[in-house]
């Protein structure tokens, strides 16, 4: 029973570019919540997606980033024309909606933008 | 606006020692709260989940206590190990139903053998 899979473990990308941050649920779990953590800081809320809908964005940059849950395949975090201040751990979670089971989360991405 | 902090900042013990994490909450109105462990640079594990009608919850020699009225948690490591050396975070899910964890920035831990 494979975990929370978050794909790449480690992105450089150069300033201007894009970035595809990728995300498995565990199994039985439709909810997906994805988190950014600054060096030095705590762990920052960005989105949370159910398959097909956003459910809340309020912690999402309204400019630049994107996320979706599709039907089929992972969950996707976009970000675009990245800047150095993206830098960051993205980790996602996800959960069985309706139990307030807690989360399980990924071992994240570690993007560096040079 | 929920705020969660974590004291102390980093702590440094000998092994075998017993030791108590706080955590504190300024908005009592929580759904449950959660525990969690991270290694540099690795993803969070989770170690205890308190729901909020629940006072305390217990895995080996972990043990985490919640006081919602207080608005405080504390994690009691037993017996503590070089191993557990980690960065260990609260995170509180508030009532609204939207499953958003406000985390605090942690607490880092050394157990020096």
């Known amino acids: 029973n494979a975990g929370v899979m978050q794909n790449p473990r480690h992105l450089v990308r150069r300033r201007g570019q894009e970035a595809r941050l990728r995300c498995s649920p565990m199994?039985?779990?439709?909810?997906v919540y994805w988190y950014r953590q600054l060096p030095e800081e705590g762990l920052k809320f960005m989105v949370y997606?159910?398959?097909?809908?956003?459910?809340?964005e309020s912690g999402m940059p309204k400019e630049r980033f994107s996320a979706e849950f599709p039907k089929e395949g992972p969950s996707i975090l976009r970000i675009q024309q990245v800047v150095r201040g993206d830098s960051a751990a993205y980790f996602c979670?996800?959960?069985?909606?309706?139990?307030?089971?807690?989360?399980?989360f990924g071992s994240g991405t570690r993007l560096t933008v040079v | 606006k929920q705020e969660v902090t974590q004291i102390p900042a980093a702590l440094s013990v000998p092994e075998g020692e017993n030791l108590v994490l706080n955590c504190s909450f300024t908005?009592?109105?929580?759904?449950?709260l959660q525990w969690f462990r991270q290694d540099p640079g690795k993803g969070l594990t989770s170690l205890l989940l308190i729901q909020s009608s629940q006072r305390e919850q217990t895995s080996g020699r972990l043990n985490a206590s919640l006081d919602k009225s207080s608005g405080r948690s504390t994690l009691y490591i037993a017996a503590s190990q070089p191993g557990d050396s980690a960065t260990y975070l609260c995170?509180?899910?508030?009532?609204?139903?939207?499953?958003?964890?406000?985390f605090g920035t942690g607490t880092r831990l050394k157990v020096l053998a």
């Open positions: 908005d009592s109105a929580i759904y449950n």
């Open positions: 979670a996800s959960s069985s909606a309706g139990t307030g089971d807690g989360y399980t």
């Open positions: 199994k039985g779990h439709s909810h």
């Open positions: 995170a509180v899910e508030g009532t609204s139903g939207t499953y958003k964890y406000i």
């Open positions: 997606l159910q398959k097909e809908n956003i459910i809340d």
